[in-house]
Nanobody, 121 residues
Framework: QVQLVESEGGLVQYGGSLRLSCAASGTFFSVDTMAWYRQASGKQRELVAHITTAGSTNYADSVKGRFSISRDNAKNTVYLQMNSLKPEDTAVYYC???????????????WGKGTLVTVSS
């Protein structure tokens, strides 16, 4: 029904920047809240940032001032701009979104398959 397709991550040097994108495709009424999670090797998945349709945002303390989440509602796409990257940012990053069903218009949660971001030291 609905797919969340993330852009490719990659290898970034310490202090570098990378922009991730995630686009929702398929059949749906609308995309509500969108978020980015990440999971480092051997650690639990954590919320990095989320953004509402109105543009309200929240960030994990570890990324405040360095990461910025934004969205393009017309394209059903969310972005994560990552600056001043550190080795501890190395993780698989997952897109997440609440998508409103086209028929019942209830919110259904979806996950992207994840993309690996590696920051060298």
């Amino acid at each position: 029904q609905v797919q969340l397709v993330e852009s490719e991550g990659g290898l970034v040097q310490y202090g570098g920047s990378l922009r991730l994108s995630c686009a929702a495709s398929g059949t749906f009424f609308s995309v509500d809240t969108m978020a980015w999670y990440r999971q480092a090797s051997g650690k639990q998945r954590e919320l990095v940032a989320h953004i509402t349709t109105a543009g309200s945002t929240n960030y994990a303390d570890s990324v405040k001032g360095r990461f910025s989440i934004s969205r393009d509602n017309a394209k059903n796409t969310v972005y994560l701009q990552m600056n001043s990257l550190k080795p501890e940012d190395t993780a698989v990053y997952y897109c997440n979104a609440d998508v409103r069903d086209s028929h019942y218009r209830v919110g259904i949660n979806y996950w992207g398959k994840g993309t690996l971001v590696t920051v060298s030291s």
